[in-house]
């Protein structure tokens, strides 16, 4: 899949795009839209804030549980966290098929960690 910069009008892979830091950036972007630190995110999410900030510039992604209360503490679609400002594909057909994606995914991933508990 290709995405074109507006601006500038580079066109890269998605290969070359480090979702974790996309993600992380949008992340941060919510948070200080919502008007919180880093320590009042963290523990909202139960998480600390180091761990809040390896997110937020890409080191590490997160879990399934973890990117659910995002979406509920932004109050936001899933596929804004993996918005990529300037792209030309960040249409809301495009953005609607990265939701569906990711409810599918949650969807399975809860069912998968569902069934594996019924059975201790």
């Known amino acids: 899949m290709f995405i ?8 890269f892979t998605m290969d ?3 979702i ?5 950036e949008n992340v941060k972007y919510y948070r200080k839209k919502i008007g919180l630190s880093q320590e009042q995110l963290a523990e909202k999410l139960d998480i600390s804030p180091n761990h809040l900030s390896v ?6 992604f997160v879990t399934y549980k ?20 300037g792209t030309a594909n960040n249409d809301d057909t495009f953005q609607n098929k990265i939701n569906s994606i990711i409810k599918s995914e949650l969807d399975s991933a809860f069912t998968e960690i569902s069934h594996k508990i019924s059975k201790i």
């Open 4 to 11: 074109q910069q507006k601006s500038s009008h580079t066109i």
């Open 55 to 60: 997110i937020e510039t890409g080191g590490k």
């Open 66 to 85: 973890l990117l659910e209360k995002l979406i509920a503490i932004f109050d936001i679609m899933p596929a804004a966290l993996f918005y990529v400002s």
């Open 16 to 18: 070359e795009i480090d």
């Open 20 to 24: 974790r830091k996309i993600f992380g």
